[in-house]
Every structure is written in C-alpha cells, then in structure tokens.
C-alpha cells in the first residue's frame, strides 16, 4: 500500500517591498592646530585623501581661519579609517621639538 505524499502548503504572495536603507553619511573633520606647519596640513591631507594641493590649501585655510573643516563625507567605517589614517600621519617633525601632536581629527553625522 502506498503512502499519499502530503503537498506542501503554499502561501499566498505578500506584498512586500525590499527597501534598501541607506546608512547616515558622516564627516571627517579636521581641527586648526596653532603648533603643526600649514605644510604638513597640506602633506596629510594629499596622503590621506589624494587631494590636489589647491584642494588641500582650501580645507587648511578654512581649518585656520573657522577653526574646523569638513576634509570628507562618507558612511562611518571609511571616515574612522580616514581620521586614523591623519592620526597615525603623526606630528609634524619640525614642530614635534615644540610639543605638535598629531592632527586633531574627529568623526561626526553629517
């Protein structure tokens, strides 16, 4: 004798829609800093993010004169790396005699 075998249940189509969620952009920002060179500034920052040097001057002057700026947007896994990647550039070895630190840097949303 054989065994009927059952059918399995199907489900009705849902309705449902697959949204991608886009995660929050953050900002790698960079602090004015009295005691490292505008040069090292510059030298970081083409290093680190592959800027021109026009491009490097505009985000160190702006740095200098409003005391922070934004060098980069993007999701928050980079911009930790980017900030490390400033903070590991060290300090400025001219300036390094007169107590420079490393770049301050900081990661904030956007």
């Known amino acids: 004798m054989a065994t009927a075998i059952p059918e399995p249940e199907v489900l009705p189509d849902e309705d449902t829609e697959t949204k991608t969620r886009r995660q929050p952009p953050y900002a790698v920002i960079i602090h004015n800093d ?3 060179s505008m040069g090292f500034v510059i030298e970081v920052l083409m290093k680190v993010f ?3 040097v026009e491009k490097c001057y505009q985000l160190m002057i702006e740095a200098h004169e ?4 934004v060098v980069w947007i993007g999701t928050l896994e980079v911009a930790e790396l980017k900030a490390d990647q400033i903070h590991s550039c060290g300090p400025d070895p001219i300036a ?3 107590g ?3 770049l301050r840097v900081s990661v904030e949303p956007v």
């Open 66 to 69: 409003k005391g922070r700026s």
């Open 50 to 52: 592959g800027y021109t």
């Open 100 to 102: 420079a630190q490393p």
């Open 34 to 36: 009295d005691l490292n």
């Open 96 to 98: 390094k005699a007169r």
